[in-house]
């Protein structure tokens, strides 16, 4: 399995507080991105990098913010956290864009009160 | 805007059988369809993937079926077994500065009876 670390892996907050999510990677990959699963959505691509301190956004990215200083780490932020936002998140990693897969992190459950 | 849209949302199949799990997109630049396998409270794993160049890939007892005219895929799972049961969804990216943004269908929960 791909070196990907999630934490927490289980969350609950109450609506209006700072949230942060955590990716951590042993394997040097360059791109790195965070999507959110709910039912009947699949999973939707909220902000992505393409190196450190380069980022994008993704399909669903309001109210969400993300930083990358390092290579093995990719913060996703809820700046103040909605119920909308309740969903299981996954960072994924992949070393070309264009010709590697990604490997998926096993997943942050996060439930907003 | 659904641009990946996925069918059926549930299968049911019998071990031996064969699963079928089809997607139809949009956009005329994807060029990558992944399929992805997720059981529960596991990231999803890269099951099989193919580019527009070829119409069909196997690996092992599993198949994508892919029509570029059409703008469909699809995924055979020959001689289902139950270990099989998990979600399965399709995705796309696009080449060119799309950086391997993946747009995945809405998913289909596979259950294989023994």
């Given at each position: 399995d791909a070196g990907i670390t999630q934490s927490p892996r289980h969350k609950v907050t109450e609506t209006g507080t700072p949230v942060t999510l955590r990716c951590h990677q042993?394997?040097?990959?360059?791109y790195m991105y965070w999507y959110r699963q709910d039912p009947g959505h699949g999973l939707r691509l909220i902000h992505y990098s393409y190196g450190v301190k380069d980022t994008d956004k993704g399909?669903?990215?309001?109210?969400y913010s993300v930083s990358r200083s390092k290579t093995e780490d990719f913060l996703l932020t809820l700046e103040s956290a909605t119920s909308s936002q309740t969903s299981v998140y996954f960072c994924a990693i992949s070393?070309?864009?264009?010709n590697q897969p990604q490997h998926f992190g096993d997943g942050t459950r996060l439930s907003i009160l | 805007q659904q641009q990946v849209k996925q069918s059926p949302q549930s299968l049911i199949v019998q071990k031996g059988g064969i699963s079928i799990i089809n997607c139809a997109y949009?956009?005329?630049?994807?060029d990558y369809f992944p399929w992805y396998q997720q059981f529960p409270g596991k990231g999803p794993a890269l099951l099989i993937a193919i580019r527009p160049d070829v119409s069909e890939k196997k690996e092992g007892r599993f198949t994508i079926s892919f029509n570029k005219s059409a703008k469909q895929f699809s995924l055979h799972i020959m001689?289902?077994?139950?270990?099989?049961s998990a979600t399965y969804f399709c995705a796309a990216s696009a080449g060119?500065?799309?950086?391997g943004k993946l747009t995945f269908g809405q998913g289909t929960i596979l259950t294989v009876h023994p």
């Open positions: 042993t394997e040097n990959h360059r399909e669903v990215s309001d109210g070393a070309d864009a264009f | 949009e956009n005329t630049a994807f001689d289902s077994q139950p270990g099989d060119g500065t799309s950086y």
